[in-house]
């Protein structure tokens, strides 16, 4: 499975929107992109995923560039309950998620 | 619906010292997992069962048994204990294991410590 890489970590004001980028340069044609984020201490909590497509649900939006190389998960009006560590993942056929350490975003008031 | 519940929630053990962590869920999830998460890391996986009676390794099996005792309940073992056993353990499931529908729920975890 590809391997992602996500910057460190991000900070966001209160109400506007967070963008947290994901480049996955190695995708195989069949590899979804899905996004997970873990509050605190808590277990991981799915957002979104997507093949091609751009994809929104009540949490979020995904966007992925033509080539599938990288993504972009957008909150449209981040609140301070969003702040948390944020994981783009790909997987594919294989039966593993690979964790990489993710995104800290802190949403300042 | 309780989701994925994980008992216990802390653990202090010796060194050498065996335990099981129990893992249930009420979603009527084919697919469990366990996982380990160290500080600062992301999640690493242990072993998974795709469906009730099978069980296979993930990336860091060894030190670790496991048991899928029915549809519900995954279980996993330290036979004797390590302080690199020191961990955060999360169990989560899902509908099946395939892509797209592979959507993981995670219980609130295990915080272990090994002396």
């Known amino acids: 499975d590809a391997k992602t890489t996500q910057p460190p970590s991000m900070d966001c004001a209160e109400g506007r929107a967070a963008n947290l980028p994901c480049n996955h340069s190695?995708?195989?044609?069949?590899?979804?992109v899905y996004w997970y984020r873990q509050i605190h201490s808590q277990g991981p909590q799915y957002i979104i995923h997507?093949?091609?497509?751009?994809e929104t649900n009540e949490m979020a939006s995904l966007i992925i560039t033509e080539d599938r190389k990288s993504s972009t998960l957008i909150l449209p009006h981040a609140t301070l309950r969003d702040t948390a560590v944020y994981y783009c993942?790909?997987?594919?056929?294989?039966?593993?998620?690979?964790w990489g350490a993710g995104t800290k975003l802190i949403i300042k008031p | 619906n309780a989701g994925v519940t994980q008992t216990p929630k802390f653990q202090v053990l010796k060194t050498g010292q065996s335990m099981t962590l129990q893992c249930a869920q009420d979603?009527?999830?084919?697919?469990m997992y366990w996982y380990r998460q160290d500080p600062g890391m992301g999640l690493r996986l242990i072993y998974y069962?795709?469906?009730?009676?099978?069980?296979d390794k993930g990336e860091v099996p060894n030190g670790y048994n496991v048991s899928r005792l029915n549809k519900r309940e995954f279980s996993l073992r330290l036979e004797s204990a390590a302080p690199s056993q020191t961990s955060v353990y999360f169990c989560a499931s899902s509908p099946q294991r395939q892509v797209p529908y592979n959507e993981q729920f995670f219980g609130p975890g295990t915080r272990l410590t090994v002396l």
């Open positions: 069962s795709a469906s009730e009676g099978t069980t």
């Open positions: 979603m009527n999830h084919n697919s």
């Open positions: 190695t995708i195989s044609g069949n590899e979804y």
């Open positions: 993942i790909v997987w594919g056929s294989n039966y593993q998620l690979i």
């Open positions: 997507g093949l091609k497509n751009n």
